[in-house]
């Protein structure tokens, strides 16, 4: 457990209005992560950071995006939401590029 | 392209037997394979892991194989019990990349 928090834990939104997802992690990680569950896909990454205002894309990256302004907070927005993206979104830091990834409780976002 | 895939959705067991659960992958630049454990309404955590220099980690109840030729991991938990019901992800990574890329995960139920 790296103190890793996310907010909020739910929210139901309505297709195309701007959502913000935020983790919050107390352990000076360098490296942060946020990926979607979907059921038959596993965990998916979205977009990822190796340091303040570095940012790179994952896999999924598509109709998201992220900014890194502090070590500790790593914001993910989806600009205009779709019902695509309904899912269950996980932030993940990792102190560094080799060692274990640590998750937050998740998000689950219903865009109606 | 699912590079790693758990060909079983779920797995059924009774208290007290082993627990295989089954990995497969298709890149060979892995270098580094994980199982996390995941409860309802919590995020993933770390469970075991193992080189790809090595074929056997063991921690505990649970052991890891890795079988480098045919590109295949197992997960073995003996004793099974109630609380390690949860779904278990597989997951890889390319020390290249540094990213995890995972399964879909196997729902395990142990049945007292």
């Known amino acids: 457990d790296a103190g890793i928090t996310q907010s909020p834990r739910h929210k139901v939104t309505e297709t195309g209005t701007p959502v913000t997802l935020r983790c919050h992690q107390t352990e000076n990680h360098r490296y942060m992560y946020w990926y979607r569950q979907d059921p038959g896909h596993g965990l998916r990454l979205i977009h990822y950071?190796?340091?303040?205002?570095?940012?790179d894309k994952g896999e999924v990256s598509d109709g998201y995006s992220v900014s890194r302004s502090k070590t500790e907070d790593f914001l993910l927005t989806l600009e205009s939401a779709t019902s695509s993206q309904t899912s269950v979104y996980f932030c993940a830091t990792q102190a560094g590029s080799t060692d274990t990834q640590y998750f937050g409780p998740g998000t689950r976002l219903t865009v109606l | 392209d699912q590079q790693v895939k758990q060909n079983s959705p779920s797995l059924s067991v009774q208290e007290g037997r082993i627990s295989i659960l089954n990995c497969d992958y298709t890149n060979s630049m892995f270098d580094y394979f994980l199982w996390y454990k995941k409860y309802p309404a919590e995020g993933p955590t770390f469970l075991i892991s193992i080189s790809s220099i090595k074929d056997k980690n063991e921690d505990g109840r649970f052991t890891v194989f890795l079988n480098k030729s045919a590109k295949h991991l197992s997960l073995h938990i003996v004793p099974s019990q109630p609380g390690d019901s949860a779904v278990y992800f597989c997951?890889?990574?390319?020390?290249?990349?540094?990213?995890?890329?995972f399964g879909q995960g196997t729902t395990l139920q142990v049945k007292p």
């Open positions: 997951a890889a990574l390319s020390s290249n990349t540094g990213k995890l890329i």
């Open positions: 950071s190796y340091g303040v205002k570095d940012t």
